[in-house]
C-alpha cells in the first residue's frame, strides 16, 4: 500500500499570510495527487487534482505542484474562509490513500 | 444540480450488518466509477471502497476488506455499500464520491462530487 505523509500536522497563520502544506508518497504517483478542503460538518471539497489542475471555482489563492513523491499545496494569501483541514489524497493504485490531513488554525 | 444523496445510516450493535444507498442526479451516472469515504469522529478521511462505472472492477480498503461490498444499479442510479460484522471503529461519517476519471479505474483527477454524509455508529 502507497502511505501518504503530510507536514505540518497543524498550521497556526494569519489572515493574508501565503501557507505551503507538503504530502510525500511512499513510492512514485506521478501526478496522481489530489487535494481536499474539509470544515466541520460538511463534505470534502476538491480543490486540486493531477497535483496542479485548479478545479472550477476554487479560488485562484490555490495553486499545487509535485509530481513523483513530494507534492505541495500552496495559499498564496490566506483569507477566513480557508481555515480548515486539508487532504492529500493518491489515486495512483488502490488503496487510494489520503495523508493525515493538515488543520489550518487562526493565528 | 448534480448530487449524491446517502442514506441508510443508524446505530447498530457489533457484529451485525447495515447497508448503506446512495442516490445520485445531474450527471450521467454509468460514465463514472464512484467511492466510498469516512471519517470517524476526530479523526481523518478514510477512502474505503471504489466500484468501476460498469460494476467489474471493485476495490476495498485494507480494514473492511472481506466485510464490505460496494455495489452499483446503473438503472437506478444507485450507489450501495453492504457493510457486515461491524466495529466499533466503523463508526463514521460515510461519504459517497464520484470519480471524475470517466470509463475506467481512478485516474489522476480526483473525487470531484460528494454526498452529505451519513452517519453509523456501532455500540452494544
Known amino acids: 500500500d502507497i502511505q501518504m505523509t503530510q507536514s505540518p500536522s497543524s498550521l497556526s497563520a494569519s489572515v493574508g499570510d501565503r501557507v505551503t502544506i507538503t504530502c510525500r508518497a511512499s513510492?512514485?504517483?506521478?501526478?496522481?495527487l489530489n487535494w481536499y478542503q474539509k470544515k466541520p460538518g460538511k463534505a470534502p471539497k476538491l480543490l486540486i487534482s493531477a497535483a496542479s489542475s485548479l478545479e472550477s471555482g476554487v479560488p485562484s489563492q490555490f495553486s499545487g505542484s509535485g509530481s513523483g513523491t513530494d507534492f505541495t499545496l500552496t495559499i498564496s494569501s490566506l483569507q477566513p474562509e480557508d481555515y480548515a483541514t486539508y487532504y492529500c489524497q493518491q489515486s495512483y493504485s488502490s488503496p487510494y490513500t489520503f495523508g493525515q490531513g493538515t488543520m489550518l488554525e487562526i493565528k | 444540480q448534480v448530487q449524491l444523496v446517502e442514506s441508510g445510516g443508524g446505530v447498530v450493535q457489533p457484529g451485525r450488518s447495515l447497508r448503506l444507498s446512495c442516490a445520485a442526479s445531474?450527471?450521467?451516472?454509468?460514465?463514472?466509477?464512484m467511492h466510498w469515504v469516512r471519517q470517524a469522529p476526530g479523526k481523518g478521511l478514510e477512502w474505503v471502497a471504489f466500484?468501476?462505472?460498469?460494476?467489474?472492477?471493485?476495490y476495498y480498503g485494507d480494514s473492511v476488506k472481506g466485510r464490505f461490498t460496494i455495489s452499483r444499479d446503473n438503472s437506478k442510479n444507485t450507489l450501495d455499500l453492504q457493510m457486515n460484522s461491524l466495529r466499533a471503529e466503523d463508526t463514521a461519517v460515510y461519504y459517497c464520491?464520484?470519480?471524475?476519471?470517466?470509463?475506467?479505474?481512478?485516474?489522476?483527477?480526483?473525487?470531484?462530487?460528494w454526498g452529505q454524509g451519513t452517519t453509523v455508529t456501532v455500540s452494544s
Open positions: 513510492q512514485s504517483i506521478r501526478t496522481y
Open positions: 464520491a464520484k470519480d471524475q476519471q470517466m470509463f475506467t479505474i481512478p485516474g489522476p483527477y480526483g473525487m470531484d462530487v
Open positions: 466500484i468501476s462505472y460498469d460494476g467489474s472492477n471493485k
Open positions: 445531474g450527471f450521467i451516472f454509468i460514465s463514472h466509477g
